[in-house]
């Protein structure tokens, strides 16, 4: 949130409350996973507890497929984005990161044993997509105080173009 400038302000607040709605629902995973562990053991959870770890596995899974789905279609945007931009390999980049997205739900709700793979290839796509990304340069240098964009689609201030200058080489 602290890179983000007006241009991408919107994308960054949906991807940090995307963010924290993964965290929530990991933790309720997490949470579900645990008692459903105790239980197997052996411990007698009272109904109520019983009750709670339901409701978690739930949320957890709900809300993991909710994030996945967001995550998609951040990534569709973006692929369709490249394309238009005639960059074939962060098209390639990002379908692919999309559709692994679409699985990785599929597998949330089917509590698939191709879970940790799936997830293991969206990290690796997603270190590629940032390593081979580049649109950033080509974007502040079109929105920059000398840059070819109108002005109404540049930066109005030397403080927001500084901010989007430290962003993209920090």
Known sequence: MKKA????QTEAGIKFDNAVGGLVAGV????SSALEQMEKAGVKLSESTAKVGRFLDIVGRFGGAIVGLVSAAI???HAYDELEHGNI??????????????????????????TLPLLLLAALIGVLINYFKSREV????????FGIKATSERFEHLEEDRKA??????
């Open 89 to 114: 390999l962060m098209f390639a980049l990002y379908t692919t990161s999309a559709l692994i997205g679409g699985a990785l739900v599929v597998a949330a709700f089917l509590g698939s044993v191709l």
């Open 138 to 145: 080509d974007d502040w240098l079109e929105q920059c105080y």
């Open 28 to 31: 309720a995973q997490y949470g």
């Open 5 to 8: 400038n007006r241009f991408n």
């Open 75 to 77: 990534d569709a945007y």
């Open 165 to 170: 200058f430290t962003a993209i080489f920090s």
